[in-house]
């Protein structure tokens, strides 16, 4: 779905709108992509965010963090950041570019009841440190988070232990990804058509994968590239009010009393 958010960056939302409001943990994806300074360029000034983790892959462009506790970083292609929100955080995403392409994603991860107060982190993970493995000839994932085939991503795992990945199919490949079992899944494909079974999914969809699949991929007609997200479900009540994420209705409403109190 278009959508815009921030001061009125454009995007598509692919989880968290009506075709599919959630996928627990997994509570919003948005692509962002555009070399129109005007679709990108107010970026997102500073705003709140507490209960969850907000996860920011880029692929293209520089976009600048700064948050209220301190942390600064400069985002730029292929570096991650895994912000864990916690009890509260206030940040600002600033684009570090006036012209040319801009093109990336967020993800957030919900957090348990337990750890929705946890203190704010911030991992910040450049490129370099971001493994590579050949699921087979002509068939690379970068593994962010969690495990795969015995490679490790960087990002310390939260409580969801969710492993993301940035797989890349050279035309015509097929390789096989078993995910973990008891993990809600997600592929979203960014560029190319991939088929998964009986099915193709083209640029720019979304599949939903059943829990422990194993799926074999083939780019279809040219190379393919896709972000995979699984994560263990945490099957808790959700209450969500903008940039807050809790389990009750109270807790929102003690969020935004907390905010408007400068307790962030
Ligand atoms: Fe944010």
Same mark, same amino acid.
């Given at each position: 779905?278009? @959508? ?13 709108? +009506? ?11 948005? @692509? ?16 709140? !965010? ?8 880029? $692929?293209?462009?520089?976009?600048? !963090? ?74 690379? @994932? ?19 232990? +969710? ?34 079974? @009986? ?11 059943? +829990?422990?699949?194993?799926?074999? $991929? ?47």
């Amino acid at each position: 779905m278009a @959508a815009s958010d921030g001061a009125g960056v454009k995007l598509s939302r692919i989880i968290g709108q +009506p075709q599919l409001p959630d996928l627990d943990p997994f509570l919003m994806l948005d @692509a962002f992509g555009s070399d129109d300074p005007k679709a990108y360029i107010a970026g997102f000034p500073s705003h709140p !965010h507490r209960g969850f983790e907000t996860v920011t892959y880029m $692929l293209a462009g520089r976009m600048r !963090h700064r948050d209220n506790k301190g942390h600064e970083g400069l985002l730029t292609p292929g570096s991650v950041q895994w912000m864990t929100a916690g009890r509260g955080i206030v940040h600002s995403e600033m684009p570090e570019q006036d012209h040319g392409l801009m093109k990336g994603f967020q993800l957030w991860v919900n957090l348990p009841a337990k750890d929705k107060m946890t203190a704010p982190r911030y991992q910040e993970i450049a490129p370099a440190q971001i493994p590579r493995v050949a699921l087979a000839d002509g068939a690379w @994932a970068k593994v962010i988070a969690g495990e795969l085939l015995g490679v490790r991503g960087p990002v310390d795992p939260p409580a969801t232990e +969710p492993l993301l990945v940035d797989l890349d199919l050279a035309e015509g490949i097929k390789a096989d990804l078993v995910l973990p079992a008891a993990h809600t899944a997600f592929i979203y494909v960014y560029e190319g058509t991939v088929r998964i079974g @009986a099915r193709s999914l083209g640029t720019g969809m979304v599949g939903v994968l059943s +829990p422990g699949d194993c799926i074999r $991929l083939e780019a279809e007609a040219m190379a393919a590239k896709m972000l995979v997200g699984a994560g263990k479900p945490l099957r808790e009540p959700v209450a969500k009010y903008g940039p807050f994420v809790m389990n009750t209705e109270e807790e929102l409403r003690q969020a935004v009393l907390d905010f408007r109190a400068g307790r962030f």
